[in-house]
């Protein structure tokens, strides 16, 4: 990372937030130019404009982050969008973790004896379904039902699987690869990439750039690069490893490009007498990176054995070997695995018996579960494209000055409660902002406002998107008054209770919702509101088509989002967490199903309502399209007059 910018990123990280921004010194570049490094003179001509405009986006999310949480006086790093968007992602996968089931499980394998060889076959089917094996006495009980089984071969087959090369490193990439390679934090692998771009001795008159510009997100490589490694792929490991043409990841031409050598004749080897230990050990890995980037597939055969046994092929085996036919680009990596072993005799035929030589079960390794690291959460971010490079390689030191994450000696990464806590208020007050393709929208606006001739201003638009999920926050948490009625519910004969709130007026039972979920909303001629456009962020409105009513954005024709339109209940089937929508069949009858067909195939020609019965116990009952004055039960046909609501 170039001098200016490295301290540029140090100031984001030192700068207290103030309701009006004002860009930090060190980023204008108050060297003169003859003081001035190589990579500073590319830093300043290319991203003065976008880091003073990703600047005032970071300040104007962080001076209402800090309203939201009471910190205006905390002396923390500048909590820009990414940041918070990097919180999330930390916050919902360590959500998942936790909710994660583990139990123990075996796998059952039986061995063949074939020549002087012993193969082993997973039991992958019992019944035609995957076999579930708690414990070992199951283990032990299946084993002695196999004993006495016949086992012949049901198919062989043989098929190719081709990998092909990663692609050529990005500033996300980088770090992510230098981390699980290497075991560099991204400010290292930051520091280390500078000083190669800036240049090393190496033996000639001056310092020399070994490696292009490190703060790219470009997969554009020049013409006459990808020629060069063309010709030294052919010249070092033969016509077999050079693909038909050269592989081209991005059409769109960039200064920098991804990052590279600048030299290819510049091998590792060549140079490491005159870098240090880590230097080479990142050199070589950029340079074995981009050469294996324009290189050929490498492909293995797989030849799979499957093996029944008992009745109608109730327990099913798989026997299975590789054999590697052309190591491609991994011959750049004599550590990767090799599959050299020979594959499953080619005598054996279908329906071919065979003789169990023995049975073994063992306790199935349970899959580990996701974590992020900083390398995995740049890369993340990086991939989803919501930032500029630039600052990426703070974003974890920003958590931690935050006191939001903690970091484990094996480098994972896990909220604290101070972090959950902001994680779940920026969820609450911001869900459409902390959207990614929402801050792509806005990284592309920020990114062209220069350059159109339209007066764009996207931190305005931030500023008044922000103040707008405010005052939403603050009518949302406006007291609901609630009156005691003489009217007396119609399901179970509680007594009725009027509530007014910000969502409306409602006649709900006094035992609503642990014994009884009647309630009723009385109807008002209000605006109601639909919900924002999850591509524009318009607000929707109701439409009517052929197929019944729908919701599409506001902005229409020049933007075509639609939903199904909601009736306000969920889908009554035990464990489907879907929506109850509006149907249309081909005939043109209306008739209600659930938002998650064809997985969930719950339909109803009667509206539903989320009321159990109070009779049978039924999940839900319905009533007549447009007329809710009786409910029915489809399980115990028990109805419900619901007149009785509106005596006084």
Not at 208 to 216: A, H, K, Q, S
Not at 253 to 259: F, K, V, Y
Not at 320 to 340: I, K, S
Not at 587 to 609: A, D, E, I, N
Request: proline share 5%; hydrophobic share 35%.
């Amino acid at each position: 990372m170039p001098k200016a910018l490295s301290d540029m990123a140090k100031s984001i990280i030192l700068v207290e937030s103030q309701e009006k921004f004002q860009p930090p010194q060190s980023y204008f570049g108050d060297a003169s130019d003859d003081t001035m490094s190589k990579g500073e003179k590319h830093n300043l001509q290319d991203g003065n404009g976008l880091l003073e405009r990703s600047l005032r986006l970071d300040s104007t999310f962080d001076h209402y982050f800090r309203d939201l949480i009471n910190a205006k006086n905390v002396k923390r790093p500048l909590f820009g969008l990414a940041t918070a968007l990097a919180l999330k992602k930390i916050n919902e996968n360590d959500v998942a973790v936790l909710s994660r089931t583990t139990t123990q499980e075996f796998c059952l394998y039986v061995l063949f004896r074939h020549k002087d060889d012993v193969h082993s076959a997973q039991l992958i089917r019992v019944n035609g379904k995957a076999p579930l094996i708690t414990n070992s006495h199951a283990a032990k009980a299946m084993i002695f039902d196999l004993k006495e089984r016949e086992f012949k071969i049901d198919r062989m087959s043989d098929s190719t699987l081709t990998t092909a090369p990663p692609l050529p490193l990005t500033t996300a990439k980088l770090l992510a690869a230098a981390e699980e390679q290497l075991g560099f934090s991204p400010r290292q692998t930051s520091e280390i990439a500078r000083s190669l771009y800036d240049g090393c001795a190496i033996g000639q008159k001056r310092p020399v750039e070994l490696i292009t510009c490190p703060i790219t997100d470009s997969l554009f490589v020049p013409e006459k690069e990808l020629l060069a490694a063309r010709e030294l792929i052919l010249v070092n490991y033969g016509r077999d490893y050079v693909p038909e043409k050269p592989r081209i990841y991005s059409d769109a031409e960039s200064d920098s490009g991804a990052i590279r050598p600048t030299l290819l004749s510049r091998s590792p080897k060549k140079l490491k007498k005159h870098l240090t230990e880590t230097q080479f050990l990142l050199y070589d890995l950029i340079w074995n990176r981009f050469l294996a980037s324009q290189m050929t597939d490498s492909a293995m055969i797989r030849r799979t054995v499957d093996i029944v046994a008992g009745p109608q092929k109730r327990y099913a085996f798989r026997m299975e070997q590789t054999q590697t036919v052309n190591r491609g680009y991994l011959q750049l990596f004599p550590d990767a695995a090799n599959e050299t072993s020979q594959l499953l005799s080619r005598e054996w035929r279908k329906n071919d018996k065979l003789i169990p030589h023995d049975f073994v079960f063992s306790a199935r390794a349970d899959r580990s579960a996701f974590y992020y690291t900083e390398g995995r959460l740049l890369q993340a971010l990086g991939d989803s494209d919501v930032c500029l490079v630039e600052t990426l390689a703070y974003i974890p030191d920003i958590l931690k000055e935050w006191k939001f994450i903690h970091q484990t000696a094996d480098g994972r990464l896990y909220p604290t409660q101070p972090g959950k806590n902001a994680s779940e208020l920026l969820q609450q007050h911001y869900p459409d902002i902390l959207n990614e393709q929402f801050m792509r929208q806005l990284k592309k606006r920020f990114i062209l406002s220069d350059k159109s001739k339209k007066n764009i201003d996207p931190v305005a638009e931030l500023s008044k998107l922000l103040q707008y999920h405010i005052r939403t926050s603050a009518d949302q948490t406006t007291i609901v008054t609630t009156e005691k009625t003489n009217r007396k519910c119609p399901v179970c004969g509680g007594a009725m209770l009027r509530q007014s709130g910000p969502s409306g007026d409602f006649m709900v039972c006094e035992f609503y919702p642990d014994k009884c979920q009647y309630s009723k909303s009385i109807a008002i001629h209000v605006h109601r509101y639909y919900g924002c456009c999850d591509d524009c962020h318009a607000e929707l409105t109701v439409k009517v088509g052929r197929y019944g009513r729908f919701l599409a954005c506001s902005t229409f024709p020049k933007c075509k989002f639609t939903k199904p339109f909601p009736i306000g209940a969920k889908c009554p089937r035990e464990g489907c967490d879907g929506d109850v929508i509006e149907r249309i069949t081909k005939t043109g009858r209306l008739f209600y199903g659930c938002s998650h067909f064809p997985s969930c195939k719950f339909s109803s020609w009667q509206m539903p309502v989320n009321i159990a019965c109070p009779k049978c116990g039924n999940l839900y009952m319905t009533t007549k399209s447009g007329d809710d004055s009786v409910y029915h039960c489809p399980k115990c046909r028990a109805e419900f007059d619901m007149n009785l609501v509106e005596q006084s």
